[in-house]
């Protein structure tokens, strides 16, 4: 016996010795295999230990799932192609609002055009009131879930100094309740600029500030606090 074990070792440390491995995958597929491809998922908390999963398609369009805690599928909820009329950017990761396990809402990843937001519910359909059009007209809007289930929006135009940081409140529904816009006197790369919820309904913004007009030289990264009332506390 001894001498087998010594055997066994050996040819393990000589690498010839087969190697027991698992044949279980390590998460769950949540999509079916589709022939076109899947990339630049999102995912947000449905409140309730579970979540969304949205992506965006090779055909710019986007699929959408909902998935419990434990990662499996929910039969119920449609899981293909949605033509959201959103403006997608391939290289864009999906971004993706919820509150609660039936409502997620989609943001566009350009406020320029005809929807900024859609909003589905269970089954897939579509909220009444959407799709949303904010007249913000800049590149990767940031969002929140804020006081009373509304919708915290902010965009930067960061192009040119004091463009400023523009935000706008919406109703579950997509009705726009405020529109405002907070001067800067610095360069911001809009594509950076990231967003939180407070925990008191409203968002927290992080800027990337820049000296040069081309961004190649840092200054500083700018906190804002915007509350659920649209205000600077």
Known sequence: MR???????LLAVLGLLPIARSTS??????MPWFT?????PGIAADGAGGAWVAFKSDLATNGIVHVSGAGIPDPLWPNGNYETGLTIQL?????VLSDSP???????DFCAYERLVMGYGV???????????????????????????????????????????????????????????????????PEEMQAISDGAGG?????????AS????????????ISGAGTRP
């Open 3 to 9: 001498d087998q074990t010594c055997l066994r070792i």
């Open 102 to 108: 039936d409502h997620i809402f989609l943001l566009s």
């Open 123 to 189: 089954l897939g359909d579509t909220l009444p009131g959407f799709p949303a059009s904010v007249d913000l007209f800049y590149p990767s809007p940031r969002a929140v879930i804020g006081a009373g289930g509304n919708i915290l929006v902010a965009v930067t135009g960061g192009f040119n100094v004091g463009s400023g940081v523009r935000f706008a409140i919406l109703t579950p529904l997509g009705q726009i309740v405020d529109e405002r816009e907070v001067a800067m006197n610095f360069q911001v790369q």
């Open 25 to 30: 995958a390590d998460g769950i597929p949540v």
């Open 36 to 40: 076109w491809g899947q990339n630049r």
């Open 91 to 95: 290289g864009s990761t999906t971004r």
């Open 214 to 225: 081309d961004y190649s030289t840092g200054l500083d990264v700018g906190l804002m606090r």
């Open 203 to 211: 968002m927290i913004l992080g800027i990337p500030l820049y000296f």
